[in-house]
């Protein structure tokens, strides 16, 4: 970060008063957004995964619990995972009473999110259409429709001609492979901008005091001779804690695996692309479960074009060819406008899906030690909401009730929260 003064604690204040004053000095003496601080021997509470969940629990961790003396340990650089390589879209019209209130709970946080950080997430509220491409899934989109509604939260259903109107540029012939039956729509829902979710919230928990470090990876855990959690060995050292929150998302499994437990989870190799830069073509985002694709138009005007998982488990971040080659055929018969465009770049990360395809938040069988995880290819929308009430679980160390029903012994008690039909298109 060249120009930028090392080292200053302290939050530097976004107004238009300190762009005025720092264009004077061309902007080479804008404070650093956090610090880049030696780990401590202790802390009240580490959080492993720089991802945006665990910079959002860290920042709730200190905000809302006014815990400070936290670290989030990351083993690259923070975003770089999941959360700077998905496709931001937001939504929260899910089938069960369960994952409506999560969801909704972080839309709710997604829509004061700027002010609250004082950092512009672009959270964009401009709508999500899910598409139906059968009798089937018709009778699927009327069914979740009905549960949404009657939990309060808005939701349309949309006629084919519908859709054209919103969506001029898509193909509603009725003799296509997989025509469009209908769809539903929620207008609250929408994008935000990846990276800038990650940083917001690094900034804000860095400004209360939390550590956060980068290039640190969690190698394994300490424990007690009463089996609580110690601390956690790490690629610099062993570093002691009172609490452990991990939020690995793919290498969820890995870092249970060294904590001496399994989880439910399988990583995937998720991928997407972006197309080179056209005009202004679609003002929505537009999702279809059935062909394993998904649509919408970054502000510099790309489209940004979301896939299936790869059917394989792995944990390379890259997908297989064959999964790009569908969407690019689901694309150009959904979009016909498409088929000359070039493809500008490609991408993958590896996604945590649960055999019910909704997450895991929850206490362990190590005391002290807590898991939050399972995301799979939907975790973007709940990044507030998850933060929020996994700060609430691991201060108090009981789940609210936003999260009880996420534990981990849903698995034992077969209290599944199956979310198949309304995840992600790639579940
Ligand atoms: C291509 C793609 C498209 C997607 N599209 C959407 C979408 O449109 N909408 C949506 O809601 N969701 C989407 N998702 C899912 C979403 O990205 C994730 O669910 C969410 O970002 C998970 O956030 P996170 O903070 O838990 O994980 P991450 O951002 O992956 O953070 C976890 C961090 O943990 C770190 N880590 C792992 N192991 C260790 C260790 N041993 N020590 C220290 N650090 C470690 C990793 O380096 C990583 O930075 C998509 C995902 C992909 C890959």
Redesign the pocket.
């Known amino acids: 970060m060249v120009g930028i003064r090392r080292g200053v604690v302290g939050k530097a204040s976004y107004s238009l008063f300190a762009l005025a004053r720092n264009a004077l000095s061309y902007h080479e003496d804008w404070r650093e957004a956090w610090r880049s601080p030696e780990p401590k021997k202790h802390y009240k509470v580490i959080i ?9 629990t860290a920042y709730y961790l200190a905000r809302v619990h006014g815990i400070r003396d936290i670290a989030v ?19 929260s019209g899910y089938l069960w009473d369960e994952s409506i209130a999560l969801y909704e709970h972080a839309l709710k946080l997604w829509e004061t999110m700027s002010q609250e950080l004082n950092f512009n997430v672009m959270f964009s509220q401009r709508g999500v259409i899910n598409l139906s491409h059968s009798v089937h899934e018709m009778r699927e989109m009327r069914r979740r429709y009905e549960a949404v509604r009657l939990n309060g939260v808005d939701i349309e259903m949309l006629s084919p001609s519908e859709i054209k109107k919103m969506v001029p540029i898509i193909n509603i012939d009725p003799n296509i492979r997989y025509p469009v039956m209908g769809g539903i729509l929620q207008r609250r829902a929408g ?1 935000a901008r ?1 990276d800038a979710v ?1 940083w917001g919230y690094a900034r804000g928990a860095d400004d209360m005091g939390v550590d956060i470090i980068q290039n ?4 394994g855990f300490r424990r007690k001779a009463d089996g609580a959690i110690e601390g ?1 060995e ?1 690629n610099r050292g062993f570093i002691g804690a009172d609490k452990v929150g ?7 499994a ?2 249970a695996e ?1 904590a001496g437990f399994k989880l439910p989870i399988q990583a995937r ?4 692309m972006v197309s080179e830069p056209v005009k202004p073509c679609i003002d929505t ?1 537009v999702m279809s479960n059935a062909v394993h694709m ?1 649509i919408s138009q970054s502000d510099k005007g790309e489209l940004v074009l ?2 299936g998982t790869d059917s394989y488990n792995s944990y390379a ?1 890259r ?1 297989s060819f064959n999964i790009a080659e569908h969407l690019m055929a689901a694309t150009v018969e959904l979009y016909p406008i498409t088929s000359r465009l070039r493809m500008l770049r490609s ?6 899906t649960c055999p019910d395809a909704s ?1 895991i938040l929850s206490k362990t069988p190590v005391p002290g030690l807590y898991f ?2 399972g ?9 507030p909401g ?1 933060g929020h009430v996994f700060a609430d679980l691991i201060a108090n160390d009981r789940p609210n009730a936003i999260a009880a029903p996420f534990a981990l012994d849903r698995f034992r008690t077969g209290y599944l929260v199956d979310e198949h039909g309304a995840a ?1 298109v ?1 579940h």
């Open positions: 492993v995964g720089g991802g945006g969940h665990g910079l959002a340990l990351e083993k690259g650089w923070i975003g770089g995972g999941n959360t700077g390589r998905n496709t931001t879209i937001i939504r994008t990846h990650a640190c990876e969690v190698t956690v790490t991990c939020v690995p998302a793919g290498h969820s890995v870092l060294m190799p998720l991928q997407a985002v998904y979301g896939a971040q997908g991408w993958g990360g590896i996604v945590d997450p939050n995880c995301w799979g290819t939907g975790g973007f929308k709940a990044t998850s992600g790639a």
